[in-house]
């Protein structure tokens, strides 16, 4: 294995499940050793022991909150310091709601600032996803971890110097 990745999700429907399925598959395929567990049962101190953290979300309400249960771990990630960990957001969501996938913006932000590096712009994805936005979880999937591999190469460089 290549490194390892946490995936963090809430999903209502079943859609941002699916999303973390296909993203798991994606890390796996590129050796990276993957867990995938729901926000309610992750401290977000977790982080801590992976390269990677994804975070995927369903956006609730016409306001454009994040869910109950991920809120605890949402507002736990600004007191960490991530330094030299990888993240990256993925949401799901309904377009014809309003604030699309808004909760996937929301925890970019948060992870921001953490000092964690972004590996992938933000994915959203309407309702479950199909062959395009399959594509678009493999290529966040490589992006991250092609950022990690460039932060360890980096790692490695300053400390032989």
Not at 17 to 29: N, P, Q, R, S, Y
Not at 54 to 83: C, H, K, Q, R
Not at 88 to 93: A, D, E, F
Not at 127 to 143: H, K, M, T, W, Y
């Amino acid at each position: 294995m290549i490194g390892t990745a946490l995936i963090v999700y809430a999903s209502l429907t079943g859609n941002t499940k699916e999303i973390t399925d296909v993203l798991a598959a994606e890390f796996e395929k590129l050796g990276v050793y993957t867990v995938v567990k729901e926000a309610e049962d992750t401290n977000p101190q977790e982080i801590l022991h992976y390269d990677i953290c994804a975070v995927a979300s369903y956006t609730y309400g016409n306001e454009g909150n994040i869910p109950d249960e991920m809120l605890d771990f949402y507002d736990a990630l600004p007191s960490l310091d991530l330094s030299g960990k990888v993240y990256g957001t993925l949401g799901s969501g309904e377009e014809f709601y309003g604030y699309f996938c808004k909760s996937a913006d929301d925890f970019d932000a948060q992870f921001q600032l953490t000092e964690a590096i972004r590996g992938s712009e933000v994915v959203k994805i309407e309702g479950n996803p199909d062959e395009n936005d399959v594509l678009s979880i493999r290529s966040f999937a490589e992006q991250m971890v092609k950022t990690m591999e460039t932060l360890k190469s980096d790692h490695v460089k300053e400390f032989k110097a």
